[in-house]
């Protein structure tokens, strides 16, 4: 029996270093389809408003909305600080509510970005709203939601 012991020592350890391996491959493997999980819905830039209507989200989720700022929306509330608007891709609309000073770029029929989370009521509710910069730039992806939906036009020089 004492001759077949030390046979049993090395496939042991090689079997634990097996085990150890195969371990850590599968705690990672874990690891990673949490992460892609976490970030599935995080990896788009923004929601236009058509995405909206497609997309089914969490209630709370925090989420980027682009498009323009449709003509003769823009509505200052009574206490000075709240400002209501609607977003338009030209095809769908969504009414946003916002609470503070909004960028000095910010006009109707410009393209802005908005963060927040869509309420029940169909509102979205901001937190950060950004403007374009100049008269000639319009976020990549509001131009690729206008372009999709067929409403884009090129801006004039």
């Not at 001759?3 to 391996?21: D, E, G, I, N, Q």
């Not at 195969?22 to 892609?36: D, P």
């Amino acid at each position: 029996m004492s001759a077949s012991s030390p046979m049993r020592t090395p496939a042991t350890r090689k079997r634990r270093r097996l085990y150890a391996v195969l371990a850590g491959l599968t705690m990672l493997g874990i690891a990673a389809a949490l992460v892609l999980t976490a970030f599935q819905d995080n990896i788009v830039f923004f929601y236009s408003p058509s995405d909206l209507t497609e997309k089914e989200l969490r209630p709370g989720q925090n989420i980027r909305l682009g498009g323009l700022v449709e003509e003769g929306s823009v509505k200052k509330a009574a206490d000075g600080v709240t400002t209501e608007f609607v977003i338009t891709d030209l095809s769908k609309t969504v009414p946003v509510r916002y609470g503070g000073l909004l960028p000095d770029l910010f006009r109707e029929g410009q393209g802005v970005v908005s963060q927040g989370t869509l309420g029940p009521d169909g509102v979205f509710v901001a937190s950060e709203v950004l403007a374009k910069h100049d008269e000639k730039y319009m976020p990549p992806e509001v131009a690729d939601a206008l372009k999709r939906s067929g409403q884009w036009k090129e801006p004039t020089k």
